[in-house]
């Protein structure tokens, strides 16, 4: 069940900047939530969300449901030509585990609504988690763009999320996944086995014309350890904008939730 008109409302916001290098997006019309949400029937088993229409990415099969995760961080891109469209060369984020936050699963659940809108409330309300240049450049400070891990405090809702770990490409480009908070060497390098265009109501980001990034499935490459499947849902911002020089780079904040699953 989704919020279509907190979605539509999220997503029509005029920022007073398109810049995507704040620290943060405007908070002003995130709702509060509710939380926690008292449940006295039986815990729920979490079902991984659908985009509500057209293809969807195809399930999980039989592999089990480990970490549902909050990812907050960047897209990076490059351009090729002024007017083109910028190329995804990776991105970075910190994952936060808000299993717990799943409707009926625990006395921290949170609502139907509010799990769906987490996203856009962690990209609105908190700071983009990662050491940011400062020198006048775009992105993270490429040596070392991940600070000390801390657990997430989101505004408006009780339960610290617990730190897990962080999200980048390694140096040939593939998506890795390194959950070292889950303390159990949990490990994943993935191919992209399918994507599918955000719901047109995901909140667009920082600039209402760029938009949230693909949901995605990723499968375990061969390497990975204690993971078999990533999926990228519900995300919020991250899309670039049009190119406007040859070499040009950028990087757009965004979140996203990732559902881990393991064989
Ligand atoms: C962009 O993301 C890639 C992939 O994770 C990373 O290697 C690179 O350092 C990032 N660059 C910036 C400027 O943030
Ligand atoms: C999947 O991603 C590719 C590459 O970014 C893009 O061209 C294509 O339109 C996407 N497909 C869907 C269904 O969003």
Sequence with gaps: MQSKSLFALLAGLTLASASPLRRR????????PTNPV???SAVATPTLPTTGSGTQLDGPGSATLKHILVGHGIQNYTCSAAGATASSVGALAVVWDITDLYPGSSSSSLSAD????LTSRVLRTTNIPLNMAVDG???AVVASPFPDPVDLVIEGITSTVKFMGHHFFDINGTPTFDL???DDGEYFKGKKDANISAPSDADKGADPT????????LSDKGTSTGISLVYRVLTAGGNPETCTDVGQTQSV???AQYWIYSN
Excluded at 114 to 117: C, G, I, K, Q, R
């Design 210 to 217: 760029t938009g949230a990034v693909d949901w995605l499935r």
């Design 137 to 139: 450049s775009v992105g």
């Design 38 to 40: 008292n449940s006295t």
């Design 253 to 255: 904040p965004y979140t």
């Design 25 to 32: 997006c405007s908070n002003s019309t995130v709702p509060t």
């Design 180 to 182: 070292s908070g889950a």
């Design 114 to 117: 509010d799990f769906n809108l």
